[in-house]
């Protein structure tokens, strides 16, 4: 069992940056791959980043590549989402979640956070 607690979220202008955290309760924070996904209000939940167990490999969405950056850190069981250049389209509340593999695919994710509201203004 592991459970997720996201933090970080907020009220941002456009091209302001935010980082959101989520911290994982559980030893084997580190056996999981951690993924990023977002839902905006009215629209379906979309995937936004992942990263592998240990940390060497990412993936992100083409909507966010090169303005976000997934990282973790298996000491403290917590992984980041660094959010730059933020655009008004980015607001959705953000949810983390854990899997057994490094995927993008929503239904392998196993364990979820209850996700934190980002909000970008322009």
């Known amino acids: 069992q592991v459970q997720l607690v996201e933090s970080g979220g907020g009220l941002v202008q456009a091209g302001g940056s935010l980082r959101l955290s989520c911290a994982a309760s559980?030893?084997?924070?580190?056996?999981?791959?951690m993924g990023w996904f977002r839902q905006a209000p009215e629209k379906e939940r979309e995937f936004v980043a992942v990263?592998?167990?240990?940390?060497?490999?990412?993936y992100y969405a083409d909507s966010v590549k090169g303005r976000f950056t997934i990282s973790r850190d298996n000491a403290k069981n917590t992984v980041y989402l660094q959010m730059n250049s933020l655009k008004p389209e980015d607001t959705a509340v953000y949810s983390c979640?854990?899997?057994?593999?490094?995927?993008?695919?929503?239904?392998?994710?196993?364990?979820w956070g209850q996700g934190t509201q980002v909000t970008v203004s322009s």
């Open positions: 559980g030893r084997t924070f580190s056996s999981y791959a």
């Open positions: 990263i592998n167990r240990s940390g060497g490999i990412t």
């Open positions: 979640a854990a899997s057994e593999t490094t995927t993008v695919v929503q239904v392998t994710y196993r364990y």
